[in-house]
């Protein structure tokens, strides 16, 4: 139950500071950190519509652009997994350094995500139809 | 005669009217049925049949290890929404509202719950009980935490977005369709036939509010249709 009310009580970490009142530095960092982890979520639906089309042309040729989009993803589950919020009680200061030694960390899985969606877009933009992909073989 | 035309012409004029008034048979308000629709001209001539987009078909497991698939709601209307148990984001604000919604549903059984989680790598069937109980649903059958990789499906990730793109590009046009369909806190209305009737932000009030208003409007729908079908 004490989960099922802090759920109905959190407040969201979308709202603007001035709504929850003057936000700590360790506070205004979790909630950099929450925008960059759901902003990069609301991505994670295109690595997997990229990964679908990619699979769709049937050619071994995708095969590094669907391992790239995988292993973003990977990289972005390992981080949530992993990912333990400080006890509100601990101190600020090491509150703020985990959370901005996360945002590190999700800086580099948004670099990741950028990287892999860029070269699948290119190649999906080179090659509007599966059938014009050249199998290995042939190369 | 005069007097008939200056005093009862006027009364009886507001007579009819009042009766036409009151008597008009009452539309009942509906929600409309979202997303693309086809109209198929029928082979014997008659009025061309409209088909509504409906929900994908999908079949998962939930939290009791029960599989579920469209069937499972036949004749209820449900809610879904996309989650995963170590998100630290917007979920646990997301099932929070769904939370009050179900509280106020939890023993109407012409409502159910259906949360997708788009992790099944992590989302075990026993991570997903432990997530309901966490919440305080007991009863699967009422909140089904549901999963497309219960049987280690290498393609388990693949399904949930697929069903994720397909749940909101049903209900939307794709030139409105804003795309991070599976992590965005969007709550799916679902009627007792498959089709979207509503799809609302978890993270704004106001949308939350409406989810409320609109889901006793379904009801009211569907009971009206029971009954049809039970008058027949």
Not at chain 2, 92 to 116: C, I, N, W
Request: proline share 7%; with cysteine; net charge neutral.
């Amino acid at each position: 139950m004490a989960l099922v009310a802090c759920l109905a009580a959190c407040s969201s970490p979308n709202k603007p500071i001035a709504e929850n009142g003057p936000a700590s530095p360790a506070a205004a960092a979790e909630m950099a950190l929450m925008n960059r982890h759901d902003s990069l979520m609301a991505q994670t639906s295109q690595l997997y519509e990229f990964k679908s089309k990619l699979s769709g042309y049937h050619s071994q040729a995708t095969a590094p652009y669907i391992h790239g989009l995988l292993a973003a993803d990977a990289a972005m589950m390992d981080w949530m997994h992993h990912y333990k919020a400080p006890d509100t009680t601990a101190a600020p200061a090491s509150r703020l350094a985990y959370f901005q030694q996360q945002q590190q960390v999700l800086t580099s899985v948004r670099r990741q995500y950028r990287a892999t969606l860029d070269s699948a877009i290119k190649f999906t933009t080179q090659h509007p139809a599966g059938d014009d992909v050249a199998p290995p073989t042939s190369r | 005669m005069v007097l008939f035309n200056r005093l009862l012409l006027p009364a009886l004029a507001a007579a009819l009217l009042t009766t036409a008034c009151t008597e008009a048979p009452k539309e009942a308000v509906r929600l409309p049925i979202m997303g693309e629709r086809d109209v198929r001209p029928r082979a014997d001539g008659g009025p061309a049949d409209t088909v509504f987009a409906t929900v994908p078909r999908f079949r998962l497991v939930d939290q009791a290890g029960q599989t579920i698939t469209n069937q499972t709601f036949a004749g209820r209307a449900y809610v879904a929404d996309f989650f995963f148990a170590t998100c630290p984001g917007i979920c646990p604000k997301m099932q929070g509202e769904l939370l009050k919604v179900y509280t106020k549903y939890a023993t109407d059984p012409r409502v159910a719950f259906l949360s997708h989680t788009i992790d099944p790598a992590h989302d075990s069937i026993s991570v997903l009980q432990d997530y309901a109980h966490r919440l305080d649903v007991r009863d699967a059958a009422r909140w089904h935490f549901a999963t497309t990789g219960a049987h280690g499906e290498p393609t388990a990730k693949d399904t949930v977005f697929q069903l994720a793109q397909a749940y909101f590009t049903a209900a939307l046009p794709d030139k409105q369709a804003p795309g991070g369909f599976a992590h965005n806190g969007t709550f799916a209305l679902v009627d007792d036939q498959g089709h979207i009737r509503g799809l609302y932000d978890s993270l704004n009030p106001k949308e939350v509010a409406r989810l409320f208003t609109e889901l006793p409007i379904l009801l009211a729908e569907i009971d009206g249709r029971k009954k049809g079908v039970a008058g027949k």
